[in-house]
């Protein structure tokens, strides 16, 4: 089952544009972790957020965390044409080392106009 | 390349036959995952591996689905019976003892 739930289900900017990707999810989670899918690489980790942080940073992506409301957003700065993929937010409710048992949402599918 | 590996690439199968996919994990992770990944959906966990102990299999969609991982290195993935539901994409997953998971390209399955 679908915990994420990622919000737009497609966004289409220009090259240059920010992007702002938004997940929700049901249950407590250790950690949430953001994953890039185009068909060239396959899924990719991105970023990891864990459930004490709220805002991390990594090169041109900004991850902010919220638990109160369950919900995360990743912002991709200065888009590029090679950012066009899916975006996917990934829960882990496991506490310890590592993680265990994704729970991965539908996905955002980003379009970057050049 | 030294990022985890899945064979084959892509399987044709008739409704009933039975297919094993093979994953080669990157060598010094000790975790082995497998998901499944049908069209417009997000991966969807099956089983998990800490070296050749499966720890957690209770998601695999059914009886007709089996995982091994015999020497803690690659696994195998396993369908008999299949039905065309069972078309979609597996994907093999490997991590160390590190939240981060590094995918492998997928196995698609098309069952006619």
């Known amino acids: 089952s679908q915990q994420g739930e990622e919000d737009p289900q497609a966004l289409s900017i220009q090259e240059g544009e920010n992007a702002t990707m938004n997940c929700s999810y049901k249950?407590?989670?250790?950690?949430l972790q953001w994953y890039r899918q185009n068909s060239g690489r396959g899924l990719v980790h991105l970023i990891l957020?864990?459930?004490?942080?709220r805002e991390k940073h990594s090169g041109r992506l900004r991850v902010t965390l919220d638990t109160s409301k369950k919900s995360s957003s990743l912002l991709i700065t200065a888009s590029r044409a090679a950012d066009t993929a899916s975006y996917f937010c990934?829960?882990?409710?496991?506490?310890?080392?590592?993680?265990?048992?994704?729970?991965f949402g539908k996905g955002t599918k980003l379009s970057v106009i050049p | 390349d030294t990022g985890v590996s899945q064979d084959p690439r892509h399987k044709i199968t008739k409704r009933g036959q039975n297919v094993t996919f093979r994953c080669d994990p990157i060598?010094?992770?000790?975790?082995l995952y497998w998901y499944r990944q049908t069209l417009g959906q997000g991966p969807e966990f099956l089983t998990y591996?800490?070296?050749?102990?499966?720890?957690?299999k209770s998601r695999l969609l059914s009886d007709r689905f089996s995982a091994e991982r015999p020497k803690g290195s690659f696994s195998t993935l396993e369908i008999q019976r299949t039905e065309q539901g069972d078309s979609a994409m597996y994907l093999c997953?490997?991590?160390?003892?590190?939240?981060?998971?590094?995918f492998g390209p997928g196995t698609r399955l098309t069952v006619t």
């Open positions: 249950t407590s989670i250790n950690n």
């Open positions: 990934a829960t882990d409710p496991h506490s310890g080392a590592g993680s265990y048992q994704l729970t």
């Open positions: 060598s010094e992770h000790n975790r």
């Open positions: 997953a490997s991590s160390d003892m590190r939240a981060e998971q590094y």
């Open positions: 591996f800490q070296n050749e102990a499966q720890l957690e």
């Open positions: 957020i864990r459930s004490n942080e």
